[in-house]
Every structure is written in structure tokens, then in C-alpha cells.
């Protein structure tokens, strides 16, 4: 992260995002930078409007990985889902792999896409069941898609591999979380009806509400998993999944109007809700490798902090359920 997040200055440009882009057509000028995590974002502009520049280091994914991402947006937009679709390059391609003095960089470029985020308080009852509809009608058109487009796409199992992997040794309690949730997963039932490709991350952040419409985004973290998982993980912002709260119970609402829901699958919502935290914990171990330095810039100094902080809550948790599993 360290390498690219030293191209940003104080107006938030970069020279490397320039070099990127000059790939594709783009407004000068117009190059912000816009998110760091396991991706680098930017946002720009051609011809007044909206684009995004997405790429990673890389060593950090497989090529073949982003193209099944791109596969599969297609087939999603084939079949009338409001997706964000990638553009082409002035070299006619989705994927440039550009190499720089900085490191050699996977790059797409995204539309920008009409529509308005909400945070999870400004939401209106309706707009909480089409949020749900959303999610219901992707499942229903993902349950459908050919099994080939699911190579190249992780699965909960490479991610239970990559945490065991990336996760110190010395991290003894959330070593232990990892062997009890496999255990546990792996005696799951694998049916399609319940099993298949999710978004992962359908969070307000990744959805556009426009009138009746909604779009989503960001399909970069598209998995095979447990359906379920995708609805908890949708909804943890309002905490522990309690069928009684009227956010979720208006959700789930809006899913079961589209596709079909294991209501039994349910009560196993917070072990998915451990699964989760133990690969967010993995994967912020592998982002945060940024070494401090009195030259950094106060925004980046302020991200690290941040993402040290959820490192450090996750570590509690894991400490906590070791705990409580002594007592009894």
C-alpha cells in the first residue's frame, strides 16, 4: 500500500493514477484519489462525467481472478440487474496490466452510475425491502448462472486457506476461532439451493438507490458461499441478526419476494457473523503495512490508526469467545 499511498499529495492527485489512466480516455485534471484497501480507487471524469479507476499491485491478484469478476457482471447485466460495468481501454480492453517505475498495477475502469447512498438511519421502510428485493433478485439470477463462470472466484474455503495463511502464528486465539468455524462450516449441508455465488460485501456502500431502481457495485469480493452469508453480511451494521428488529425483518421481506430463503440456515447467523470478522481480520493484517514515518501525511497516519483499531477489537473477540468456551 506503502508505494502508491506516497503518489498522493495534499490535493489528493496522484502521478501514478495519471500514467494509469493515460490508457484510457479521461478529462485532465479531473484525477482524485478516492479509497485504499486490498483495491486502490480513483475517481475521474470524461467528458463531465463519472468514472472509476480500480487497480491493485500485481503480486495482490491473479489476473484470471478479475477477469471471472468481469464474466460474471456481464452475465448479470445479460440477464436486466443494474450492475457497474467495466469500460474499455483505448487498446480495446477491460484489463490493462500497466507497468510503472512504482510496481506493475492490474487496472479496470468502472462507470460511474446514477443514484444517491444512504446510511443505514436514513433509510425509509420501503427502501429497506428494496434493498432486500436487490439482493433477492441477484441471488435468484446467480442460482441460475452457468457453473463455469464460477472459476476463478474464491470460495469460503480458500478464504478459511488464506487466513490460516496471512494470520501470525502468534495469534493464538483467533488461530483457534479459524479450526472451530471450519469445523464447523465443513459439516454445513452444500446444497445449490442454499450454496453458490455471493456478492460478499452488499452493503449500503456497494448499492445505488434511484426512484424504483437500485445498482449495485463492486462485485470484486464475489464469492462461493452460503447465501445466508450474504444477508448477514449486508445487514451488520445493525448488529447481531434478530428476525424481531424491523430492519430485518422488512429486508428478508423484500429478499423472500424474489427467491426462495432457509429460514433454518438462520439460526446459524452468528457463527457466519464469526466467519466474518476472522477474514476481515486476515485480510486488515494484510493491508496494514505501512511503516509510520513523520513525513506521512495526517490522512494517512489517520487510516492506519483506524484500521489498527478494528484489528484490535477483532483480536478481543476472538480472546472473549476463547473465554467464555472455558467457562463452560
Wanted: net charge negative; charged share 30%; with cysteine.
Amino acid at each position: 500500500m506503502m508505494k502508491v499511498v506516497e503518489t498522493v499529495d495534499n490535493e489528493w492527485r496522484s502521478p501514478l493514477a495519471e500514467e494509469i489512466l493515460s490508457r484510457w480516455h479521461y478529462d485532465e485534471g479531473t484525477v482524485y484519489f478516492f479509497r485504499a484497501s486490498a483495491n486502490f480507487l480513483f475517481i475521474f471524469q470524461r467528458e463531465g462525467k463519472p468514472y472509476f479507476l480500480r487497480f491493485n499491485d500485481s503480486s495482490e491478484r491473479d489476473i484470471k481472478v478479475i477477469e471471472a469478476e468481469l464474466r460474471i457482471v456481464a452475465y448479470l447485466k445479460e440477464h436486466t440487474l443494474n450492475v457497474v460495468q467495466p469500460v474499455l481501454s483505448r487498446n480495446e480492453k477491460y484489463i490493462e496490466i500497466v507497468e510503472t517505475k512504482w510496481g506493475t498495477y492490474h487496472c479496470v475502469v468502472f462507470e460511474g452510475l446514477q443514484g444517491q447512498h444512504y446510511e443505514l438511519d436514513e433509510l425509509t421502510e420501503v427502501q429497506i425491502y428494496q434493498w432486500g428485493q436487490a439482493l433477492g433478485e441477484l441471488h435468484a439470477t446467480l442460482k441460475n448462472m452457468p457453473d463455469h463462470l464460477l472459476e476463478n472466484r474464491p470460495s469460503w474455503k480458500e478464504r478459511f486457506k488464506i487466513a490460516k495463511e496471512v494470520i501470525p502464528a502468534s495469534e493464538l486465539f483467533a488461530h483457534q476461532e479459524l479450526e472451530r468455524l471450519q469445523s464447523w462450516a465443513e459439516r454445513l449441508p452444500l446444497v445449490k439451493e442454499n450454496v453458490g455465488l455471493i456478492h460478499y460485501d452488499f452493503e449500503l456502500d456497494n448499492v445505488l438507490f434511484e426512484k424504483e431502481k437500485m445498482h449495485m457495485l463492486d462485485f470484486d469480493d464475489s464469492t462461493s458461499h452460503w447465501f445466508i452469508a450474504d444477508i448477514i453480511y449486508a445487514l451488520r451494521d445493525v448488529g447481531e441478526l434478530d428476525s424481531n428488529s424491523p430492519i430485518v425483518r422488512e429486508f428478508i421481506r423484500g429478499y423472500k419476494s424474489k427467491t426462495e430463503l432457509d429460514e433454518n440456515i438462520l439460526k446459524e447467523a452468528d457463527k457466519f457473523e464469526r466467519m466474518h470478522k476472522l477474514n476481515s481480520f486476515a485480510m486488515l493484517i494484510r493491508t496494514v503495512d505501512i511503516i509510520e514515518s513523520e513525513d506521512d501525511p495526517e490522512w494517512l497516519l489517520n487510516l492506519r490508526n483506524k484500521l489498527v483499531g478494528y484489528i484490535e477489537e477483532y483480536r478481543q473477540s476472538f480472546e472473549a469467545i476463547e473465554m467464555n468456551i472455558d467457562k463452560d
